[in-house]
């Protein structure tokens, strides 16, 4: 399956909206530290519903806001939750990055980044496309110490690149961007059922599920552009 099949069919059945919903326990954490000043041009990479670039929107007065997807329907969905014309969603691939060089302040990622075919070549496509001193903000749930991420990619068709901190790292500073700041952003939100539950049809013991939402959590890392 391509991204694009994967993802309209994700988009058809509602899942975008169920993603923003839990995604935005901790992507509300990461967006509120980028350091975006009114009227700058934010990109949101693999979108989805759109919902971070509206956010940026209306919190810190980002100027123009793109948000791209590999998957038409994701698009089209993204635009349709809005009327706000300062916000534009459309439709790309991660591999080519349909921006001019020094033409974005800042880029954002939610769980999307890991799909790409070449995640190096993408950081290198953010690098090109970011103004100097611009940042990437890449926060992914999905990577080697969240140990319990790992089968994700037995349900997904798209090959998923499983970083650890450290790869994370070394691949920004391989694509010429500085790594800021690394952190793993709780989800303190999701609701972990007491002892006595356990095990649920998810998780064999609370310990687990503490560590996986209260510990580990989101893991971002941010990018700066030289
Ligand atoms: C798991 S969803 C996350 C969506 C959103 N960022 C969120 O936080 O809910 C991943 C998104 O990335 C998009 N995507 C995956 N691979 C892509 C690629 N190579 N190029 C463009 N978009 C891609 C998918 O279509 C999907 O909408």
């Known amino acids: 399956m391509s991204v694009r099949e994967e993802f309209d069919e994700w988009?058809?059945?509602?899942?975008?909206?169920?993603?923003?919903?839990?995604?935005w326990h901790t992507a509300k954490h990461a967006l509120a530290r980028m350091p975006i000043e009114p009227g700058d041009v934010v990109l949101d990479l693999g979108c989805g519903s759109g919902y971070a670039g509206?956010?940026?929107?209306?919190?810190?007065?980002a100027g123009r806001v793109y948000g791209l997807d590999g998957a038409p329907e994701m698009a089209r969905n993204a635009a349709g939750y809005t009327a706000d014309?300062?916000?534009g969603y459309l439709v790309g691939d991660f591999d080519s990055l349909p921006f001019a060089a020094d033409s974005i302040d800042h880029v954002w990622s939610m769980e999307a980044f890991y799909y790409a075919a070449d995640?190096?070549?993408?950081?290198?496509?953010?690098?090109?496309?970011l103004r100097p001193g611009g940042t990437f903000y890449c926060a992914v749930n999905y990577y080697e110490?969240?140990?319990y991420s790992h089968a994700w990619q037995e349900s997904i068709s798209i090959p998923m690149t499983r970083w650890d901190r450290d790869q994370y790292r070394s691949a920004f500073h391989d694509a010429g961007l500085y790594v800021a700041e690394q952190d793993n952003v709780p989800d303190r939100?999701?609701?972990?059922?007491?002892?006595?539950?356990?095990?649920?049809?998810?998780?064999?013991?609370?310990?687990?599920?503490?560590e996986r939402y209260r510990e580990y959590g989101t893991l971002l890392t941010v990018g700066v552009a030289p």
């Open 11 to 23: 988009a058809a059945s509602g899942k975008d909206r169920g993603m923003e919903e839990r995604h």
């Open 54 to 61: 509206r956010a940026l929107r209306e919190t810190k007065g």
């Open 85 to 87: 014309p300062g916000v």
């Open 119 to 129: 995640p190096h070549h993408t950081l290198e496509e953010i690098a090109r496309i």
């Open 145 to 147: 110490e969240n140990v």
């Open 189 to 210: 939100e999701i609701t972990i059922p007491d002892a006595d539950e356990f095990p649920t049809d998810d998780w064999d013991s609370r310990e687990e599920m503490v």
